[in-house]
């Protein structure tokens, strides 16, 4: 009795590292979820195509299940980010994934918030891809993306819908 109030008492006061747990984004088709899986490269698993250290960072990676299920997990908590850069050091390792899964029956896929090796690693958010990005372009005020060299040079040179020439109405 004691330990269990004493284990309320971590989560209810919200301590680091205790337990993590995924915040609902009113995706249609959301479950929030916490799986045990295998960090792969997902081109790897599908095709066959299968390079070292899941592509180094350059391929998109999912979680295979105990049950072969093979889940792509395609976001992280980072406005406009996907989940590569959290998983890519956990290549081939078990993790215990935290997020948000959206059971599509088009497309199933999982939305990454937290982290950590399995069994009981230490819990960290899903937020490499900004930390990464800010290491690599400098600190900026406002949204990364709108100081993104390589999103400004597309825009620059295929417009802002992707077509040369279309522009937004005013």
Same mark, same amino acid.
């Given at each position: 009795?004691?330990?269990?109030?004493?284990?309320?008492?971590?989560?209810?006061?919200?301590?680091?590292?205790?337990?993590?747990?995924?915040?609902?984004?009113?995706?249609?088709?959301?479950?929030?979820?916490? #799986?045990?899986?295998?960090?792969?490269?997902? +081109?790897?698993?599908?095709?066959?195509?299968?390079?070292?250290?899941?592509?180094?960072?350059?391929?998109?990676?999912? !979680? +295979?299940?105990?049950?072969?299920? !093979?889940?792509?997990?395609?976001?992280?908590?980072?406005?406009?980010?996907?989940?590569?850069?959290? +998983?890519?050091?956990?290549?081939?390792?078990?993790?215990?994934?935290?997020?948000?899964?959206?059971?599509?029956?088009? #497309?199933?896929?999982?939305?990454?918030?937290?982290?950590?090796?399995?069994?009981?690693?230490?819990?960290?958010?899903?937020?490499?891809?900004?930390?990464?990005?800010?290491?690599?372009?400098?600190?900026?005020?406002?949204?990364?993306?709108?100081?993104?060299?390589?999103?400004?040079?597309?825009?620059?040179?295929?417009?802002?819908?992707?077509?040369?020439?279309?522009?937004?109405?005013?």
């Amino acid at each position: 009795m004691r330990k269990t109030l004493v284990a309320l008492t971590l989560v209810a006061a919200g301590l680091p590292g205790f337990a993590q747990a995924a915040n609902e984004w009113g995706i249609e088709y959301e479950e929030k979820s916490r #799986m045990e899986a295998t960090v792969v490269d997902l +081109l790897c698993e599908v095709a066959g195509d299968c390079v070292e250290a899941c592509g180094a960072g350059k391929r998109q990676l999912g !979680l +295979l299940l105990d049950d072969g299920t !093979l889940v792509p997990v395609v976001k992280n908590r980072d406005i406009f980010a996907g989940a590569t850069n959290d +998983l890519i050091a956990y290549c081939g390792k078990r993790i215990v994934a935290d997020g948000l899964m959206i059971r599509d029956p088009q #497309m199933p896929m999982f939305a990454l918030q937290f982290k950590r090796l399995a069994p009981d690693g230490e819990w960290s958010g899903a937020t490499q891809f900004t930390k990464d990005w800010t290491a690599a372009n400098g600190k900026v005020e406002g949204q990364w993306f709108r100081h993104d060299p390589t999103i400004k040079k597309i825009i620059e040179e295929k417009g802002v819908f992707g077509i040369p020439g279309l522009e937004p109405e005013e």
